[in-house]
Structures are given as structure tokens and as C-alpha cells.
């Protein structure tokens, strides 16, 4: 680290990563926390949506724009396509049936991608709009990490917004803490489960667009994401959107820092930061219970 | 019974190599390998219900351990052999202590992200594992300096030590101690009221099943002559569990038959098309959905039901309500 220049730009790039796992592991913790199944396809419907954004803006020509409203979207189909045809109909089979059955759907997406775009390096370049750089400090930073870290925060803000003041937000984080119970209560919570898996998707296909311009799209991809959004899950705790959001960041800038400092060992870095969490606060940084006692 | 199937199982294996052709004989050798490590995650999954996304981490160490020990140490196959089961040993060891701390899917999401922590070490340290393009140039093994150059020979290798590990783990988990893992598996919370600590069972469980895992990833050494990091990839880990559970989790032989299915359904398959994984994905979510315990069980269940009405079944015997009050 030669000076502070560099750790400042590495800082708003760990920033902007921990903003995208954010956005990412958010839509995996819903997905976990109130239909009880832990998607394995997640990381795969973040792919999708990369991948959908590349056709629409590499080859068929759509402005970065387009991607970013269409890709999310088709992507949110396709997770409701899921939900009806194979979770739907599997709730009696258990969550470890369903989580499985996740599993096996992650094998098919991945060779569907790679049949339909290829097994190469693909990359989507960043919208002329917020293609340059900005001055702050006399420091020179790229523009599209900034709005990416703009975009994580106004995400989380309206996220938090949802979850603690409207009425669907009261109903999610009942089906958090008791979902047989809501149902008692008589919400519909089949419909419920439905919505929730479905923007979930969305997040994960919205995440993967604005993902494409700083990561770039490869064919192991999906996984890379998933375990990284597993790691935040299991350091920020299930239930609090503060918990994942804290955790992101922290598992953003450290990540980034251990490519840039010893890339050999990033990832040993993160899973020993989750290994002490484990230990030291089982239940997450903030957040339920995750290890017996 | 048990006896008289052994030997048969000994006398069929023994005289395999005199009938069948080299590329038969390399197909059953690649059967045997992945039955070995199905059966050690069915002692997780099957025995203690414990299921695990990340057992391609020990095959992968037990692998890449036997390797570099052939190349940098000895190519000796009791070398090699200890120095990649003693690896996958300790990487149970340490693994284990994390794992058991957490259940159910965090347990899933665990193994699945050490293993995966495993990979890309393997991936992007280039000057041990030699990276993406896996490591080569593994010399032959050779037993007590003889040269196990022909397949025939890492068939016998290979088939003696199935044969041990099969009974070997029959034996283990009709023991008391794999009784308590099946206890495990259907009530902890029963097990613990009963004064068992479940918590060492479930790791010692690990232990072994990380540990045989390594084994199989060592004769898988012998076997390809060549370790990509793909046999270290989440892919290998799915593959793996898809074994155990299409072929019965729970059951001795069904990990073995499904480890035969997929191996040879890949053989087959590779001939016409490359999209194995799509039809691998598919495969996995009908056994998940329509035959949840697996051909064996499905076998089991047929079989019972064609015995029930050929033979007779023994009448209840009736009791005397007054004798019994």
C-alpha cells in the first residue's frame, strides 16, 4: 500500500462491492427467512440477470437503461415461473426437499447460460452517462462506483422503509419471526410466500445488472456471488435488513482489500472473519439465533 | 449370507480384469472410486442427517495431496496413500470444529462455502496446484517399487480397498456408535435428554467421512493421472450428494448404485451432448420430488409389496384379552 490515494480508492471500490452483495444477499435473506428455503439458484437468477442485461444491451443494441428495468424483470418471471411450477408444489416434501430441489435448478440455469451465451468473458461497458470520473478532494474516483454505492444506500433505506413501516413490511417481518402464525392470522400466506420469492428474484436480477459493469460475466459466476452472499447472511444474522447491511460492507471492503493486499488468501480472510463471528456472536452481528446455544 | 455375498462380490472383482475389456475395467474402476466417496458422505447424510454441499473439499485435498506428494516425495502408493488421507484427516479436523457449531442449512451453507474456500485456494495458488490448468505431471504409482502402470492394476488397488471400506462401514454403522448417529439423525434433542453427548458424534462422523472422502480422492489420483480443479468445484460436491441420494441415502448399496447410474449415464451422455449438468439438474429435482428415497428404497418398497402377495403372512398371534389383564 504505497499511500493513501490507493486506499481510499480501494476503499470506495470495497464500498461499491459491499453495496452489490448488499442489494444480493438482501433478496436471499427474505427468500430464507419467510419461505424457510435457502436458495441455492440465487446466486444462478443473479447471473440471469447479467446475462439478460448483455443481450439486451450488446446484442440487440438497448441502451444500459432499458437492461436495468427489463433484466430485473425478466428475471422476476422467471423466479415466479420457479416458485409456481417446482416450490409450489413441493411444500409438503420439507425445506431440505425444496433447498435441494434449489440445488439441482442451479445445475440447469448453468449450463442453460452457458449453451445460450457462451463460456467466455463477457462484459457490459458503464452507461456513457456515468462513464467518467469524479474529483472529490482532489482525488480522482469512477463515477459508476459512486452511483452503485448511491444505489445500495437508497435500496436500503427504502428496504428498511418497507420492512418497518408499511403494512406489508409488518407482515414480512411477522413471517419472519412465525410464518405458521400469520397464516393462522389469516393472511394468505401461500401468496405471500410468492411475492416474496418473486422480488427476491428481482433483487437478485437488479443486483447482476449493475453488477455486469464492474465484474464482468463469467460462467462460474453465480457461485462466487452465492458464497460470498451465504457468508454475509450467515455474519449479518437473519431478520434485520441494519444486520445485512453492516455485514455487507464489512465482507465488501475486506474482501477488496485482501485481493488488492494478499490475493492468495482473500478468501481465507472472509472465512476466517466468519469463523470468528461464529464463534464469538452466534447469532450474527445483528440478528436470530443460528447455532444451538 | 453377508459372508457368501462378500465372497462372490471378491470372486466377481478378482475375475473382472480376465472378462472384461481395459476400457470396462476403467469404467468399473471409476465406479468404485465415486462409490467409496458416496459411501463416505452416506455417513453424513444418510446415517447422521447431516447434509453436506462441500464433501468435494476432502476428495479434493485427499487428491491434490497424494499428487504433490508423488511428485515432490515418493510415488509410492502406502506414501502417497497416508500422506492424502493424513491431509483430508486434518482438514476434517479443523472444518469439523467450525461445522458443528450450526444445523440444518447452516450447516448446508457452511460446507458449501469452506469447500468452496478450498477451491479458489486451489485455483489461484499457480505455484502449488498449477491453478486453472490443474495439476500434471503426476508420476505413476508404484507398490513396494513395482510400477502400477496398466489400469488392471489400479483396479485391483482400488476394488481390495472398496471391498475393506464397504464392510468396514457396514460394521461401523451397526455398531452402537452408528446407532447413536441414526439417533441423531432421527431425534437429537431425545439423544441429548438420554445423556449423549451429540455433538462429539456428529464430529467424529465428520472425521470420517471427510477423511474417506480424501481416500477416494487419493485413488482418483491413480486412477486419472491428473487432478483439475473442477474435482475440487461445488459441481463435484452436488454430483456427489446427487450419488447418495438418487441411489438411497441411508442404505448401504444405494450410494453405490447411484454412484454406477451417474458414471455411467455420463459415459453414455458425453458421447451424444455436452449439456450434462442440464440433464444432472434434472435428474436431481425428480428423484427430490417423485422418488425421495432413492432406487434402493423404491427397489425395497416393490420388493415387499410382490413378497406380500406371494407369500402368506404370518397371522398376528391373538391374545387373550382376560389372560392379559
Known amino acids: 500500500m504505497d499511500n ?19 442489494v444480493i444477499t438482501c433478496g436471499l435473506a427474505l427468500v430464507f427467512g419467510i419461505l424457510g428455503v435457502l436458495n ?12 439478460v442485461a448483455y443481450s439486451i444491451t450488446v446484442s440487440f443494441g ?15 418471471v422467471l423466479a415466479l415461473i420457479i416458485e409456481r411450477t417446482l416450490l409450489h408444489t413441493t411444500y409438503k416434501l420439507g425445506h431440505l426437499s425444496q433447498v435441494l430441489l434449489t440445488f439441482g435448478l442451479a445445475y440447469i440455469l448453468h449450463d442453460l447460460a452457458k449453451l445460450v ?4 468473458v463477457l462484459s457490459i461497458s458503464v452507461p456513457s452517462l456515468f462513464s467518467g470520473s469524479v474529483s472529490i478532494l482532489g482525488q480522482t474516483f469512477p463515477l459508476y462506483r459512486l452511483i452503485v454505492i448511491g444505489v445500495g444506500l437508497v435500496l436500503a433505506i427504502g428496504l428498511w422503509w418497507i420492512q418497518n413501516k408499511t403494512r406489508w413490511g409488518a407482515i414480512i417481518r411477522a413471517g419472519l419471526s412465525d410464518s405458521e402464525m400469520i397464516g393462522a392470522l389469516g393472511v394468505n400466506i401461500r401468496f405471500v410466500f410468492t411475492v416474496v420469492f418473486v422480488l427476491g428474484g428481482f433483487l437478485a436480477g437488479f443486483g447482476g445488472v449493475i453488477a455486469a459493469p464492474i465484474l464482468g460475466l463469467y460462467p462460474d459466476m453465480e457461485f462466487q456471488t452465492l458464497i460470498l452472499a451465504l457468508v454475509v447472511l450467515v455474519i449479518g444474522g437473519l ?7 453492516t455485514a455487507a460492507i464489512i465482507v465488501g471492503v475486506l474482501e477488496t482489500f485482501g485481493r488488492y493486499l ?16 461464529l464463534i464469538w456472536r452466534p447469532h450474527g452481528l445483528l440478528g436470530k439465533q443460528v447455532t444451538e446455544g | 449370507m453377508t459372508y457368501l455375498k462378500f465372497g462372490i462380490a471378491v470372486l466377481l472383482f478378482g475375475a473382472a480384469p480376465f472378462f472384461l475389456a481395459s476400457f470396462h475395467i476403467s469404467l468399473l474402476t471409476e465406479i468404485l472410486i465415486l462409490a467409496i466417496f458416496a459411501l463416505s458422505l452416506n455417513i453424513l447424510v444418510g446415517y447422521t442427517g447431516l447434509v453436506s454441499l462441500g464433501h468435494a473439499a476432502f476428495f479434493g485435498a485427499g487428491a491434490y495431496a497424494a499428487g504433490l506428494i508423488g511428485q515432490h516425495v515418493s510415488a509410492e502408493i502406502i506414501t502417497t496413500l497416508l500422506g492424502g488421507v493424513l491431509v483430508s484427516f486434518m482438514l476434517a479436523l479443523v472444518v469439523g470444529i467450525f461445522c458443528m457449531k450450526v444445523n440444518g442449512f447452516y450447516f448446508l451453507m457452511l460446507t458449501l462455502a469452506f469447500s468452496q474456500m478450498i477451491y479458489s485456494f486451489i485455483y489461484q495458488s499457480t505455484t502449488w496446484t498449477g491453478g486453472s490448468n490443474g495439476l500434471t505431471g503426476i508420476p505413476t504409482p508404484s507398490l513396494l517399487g513395482l510400477e502400477l502402470s496398466n489400469i488392471v492394476w489400479v483396479f485391483y488397488v482400488t476394488a481390495i480397498l472398496f471391498l475393506l471400506l464397504y464392510a468396514g462401514i457396514s460394521i461401523f454403522v451397526k455398531s452402537p456408535f452408528g446407532r447413536v448417529l441414526v439417533g441423531i439423525k432421527e431425534n437429537e434433542t431425545r439423544l441429548k435428554s438420554m445423556g449423549y453427548n451429540t455433538k462429539i458424534y456428529r464430529y467424529v462422523a465428520f472425521v470420517i467421512s471427510g477423511t474417506l472422502g480424501g481416500l477416494s480422492g487419493v485413488l482418483f489420483t491413480y486412477f486419472n493421472g491428473f487432478i483439475a480443479p473442477t474435482n475440487v468445484y461445488w459441481t463435484m460436491s452436488g454430483t456427489v450428494l446427487i450419488m447418495v441420494l438418487i441411489g438411497g441415502a441411508g442404505t448401504m448399496i444405494g450410494p453405490v448404485l447411484g454412484a454406477a447410474l451417474i458414471v455411467i449415464l455420463e459415459t453414455v451422455i458425453a458421447t451424444y451432448t ?22 434402493y428404497g423404491v427397489w425395497q418398497r416393490s420388493t415387499r409389496k410382490w413378497l406380500k402377495g406371494k407369500i402368506p403372512q404370518p397371522e ?6 382376560e389372560k392379559v389383564s
Not at chain 1, 490507493?6 to 452483495?21: D, E, K, P, R, V
Not at chain 1, 451465451?117 to 467466455?120: D, K, Q
Not at chain 1, 431478520?239 to 447491511?245: M, N
Open chain 1, 4 to 22: 493513501i490515494e490507493t486506499i481510499i480508492a480501494q476503499f470506495i471500490n470495497g464500498l461499491s462491492y459491499g453495496m452489490l452483495l448488499f
Open chain 1, 40 to 51: 441455492l439458484a440465487h446466486g444462478s437468477l443473479y447471473m440471469m440477470g447479467a446475462y
Open chain 1, 62 to 76: 438497448f441502451s444500459f437503461w432499458v437492461a436495468l428495468i427489463i433484466a430485473p424483470l425478466t428475471v422476476a
Open chain 1, 117 to 120: 451465451w457462451g463460456a467466455n
Open chain 1, 239 to 245: 431478520g434485520s435488513i441494519t444486520g445485512t447491511f
Open chain 1, 262 to 277: 494478499v490475493p492468495e488468501i482473500s478468501m481465507f480472510i472472509i472465512f476466517a472473519l466468519m469463523a470468528v463471528i
Open chain 2, 274 to 295: 455436452d449439456m450434462w449438468m442440464l440433464l444432472l439438474g434434472v435428474i436431481f429435482i425428480f428423484f427430490v420430488i417423485f422418488l425421495p428415497e432413492g432406487i
Open chain 2, 316 to 321: 398376528l398371534k391373538k391374545v387373550d384379552r
